[in-house]
């Protein structure tokens, strides 16, 4: 199996759940974050394993193709970039995450990109 295939499928299913996660329990998944984004503790240890997800999918596929597996690669780029900026930055994510979770929209447009992910990884991973 190729690494864009096993990334696909570890992925996929991980962004359906939280994507579904999401619209099912929007009232607890909010709940949570707001939670999350007051520890200190938990924004550096998220940042931690955001970074090393990234970078790990970063160092093993750093495809730039201009079909499906781009969206890999950018989602470690993005996992990199998010981690490093939860470690050098927290007073700043809390304030972003704090005016995200105060829209109304924002939820409802981040699940719905998870599931789209998610749908996405799935489809490609393991019906190829």
């Known amino acids: 199996m190729n690494t864009s295939i096993f990334l696909a499928r570890l992925i996929g299913p991980i962004s359906l759940v939280t994507g579904v996660a999401l619209f099912m329990q929007a009232d607890a998944s909010k709940a949570m974050a707001l939670e999350f984004i007051r520890s200190p ?33 950018i989602f470690g780029w993005l996992a990199t970039i998010g981690g490093a ?12 995450g704090q005016s995200m979770l105060d829209s109304k929209v924002a939820m409802t447009v981040g699940g719905g990109i998870w599931l789209a992910l998610g749908i996405i990884f799935c489809l490609v991973g393991y019906l190829r």
């Open 41 to 73: 503790a938990l924004l550096y240890l998220s940042g931690l394993l955001a970074m090393a997800l990234g970078l790990a999918i970063v160092l093993t596929h750093n495809v730039w193709a201009a079909d499906w597996r781009v969206l890999i690669t």
């Open 85 to 96: 900026i939860r470690i050098l930055l927290p007073d700043t994510v809390r304030s972003i």
